[in-house]
């Protein structure tokens, strides 16, 4: 199946940092989506991008399906934004997300 | 409207019991995912059901099973439980079969001792 790598996996940054994160993936992909894993373990779609750039506020992201991989910006970081970032990914005529182990992101005051 | 329910949250069970988690999808998605999230082997897909039948199956044993009520509820079940069982149980729900864009509950924490 598809392999699926996150880097880097863990990250500390002061409030109003910017950071990316990046997600390799082994295969082509019809499907990749970013979700935050907040302390509490719950999990959020951030985006649904098998390719292109999409932004949605401080957060952004781009996909190049071509050379297998995806990119999450973070800008001017929050403490709120602590958490778990996982990225997942579904190959052609495959029905099931693969998730990368995730990069744990910490902002600090 | 209402997200993806889980319930319960949070659970204690002893090695051999068995458990049911309960899977409330937002109105109108009719596909219900299953992961479960260890440490170790972090997300892993158990399975998937759309319609009240299971489209897709995780590589987990036969101790794990799930059902879909025609509401779209799903309730997953796991019998003889054991130690490595011990994980969060994440339910998503999606307009669509497949891999399609999830919404995920808050999850079920299960502990076995």
């Known amino acids: 199946g598809i392999q699926v790598e996150q880097s880097p996996p863990d990250l500390i940054l002061q409030e109003g940092a910017n950071s990316t994160l990046r997600c390799n993936f082994s295969?082509?992909?019809?499907?990749l989506q970013w979700f935050h894993q907040n302390p509490w373990g719950q999990l959020i779609n951030l985006f649904y991008i098998p390719s292109g750039t999409k932004q949605n506020g401080r957060l952004s992201a781009t996909t190049v399906a071509t050379e297998r991989y995806s990119l999450l910006y973070i800008s001017s970081s929050q403490t709120t934004d602590s958490g778990v970032y996982f990225c997942a990914v579904a190959g052609f005529g495959n029905e099931k997300l693969t998730f990368g182990t995730g990069t744990r992101l910490t902002i600090i005051p | 409207k209402a997200g993806v329910t889980q319930t319960p949250r949070y659970l204690i069970k002893t090695r051999g019991q068995q458990v049911t988690l309960s899977c409330s999808p937002i109105s109108g998605h009719r596909s219900v995912s299953w992961y479960q999230q260890t440490p170790g082997q972090g997300l892993q897909f158990l399975f998937e059901?759309?319609?009240?039948?299971?489209?897709n199956k995780g590589n987990f044993p036969g101790r794990f099973s799930g059902r879909q009520f025609s509401n779209s509820r799903s309730e997953m079940n796991v019998s003889t439980l054991e130690l490595g069982d011990s994980a969060l149980y994440l339910c998503?729900?999606?307009?669509?079969?497949?891999?399609?864009?999830?919404?995920f509950g808050a999850g079920s924490r299960l502990t076995v001792l």
């Open positions: 295969d082509s992909v019809n499907n």
């Open positions: 998503a729900s999606s307009s669509m079969s497949g891999a399609n864009v999830l919404t």
């Open positions: 059901y759309f319609s009240e039948t299971q489209r």
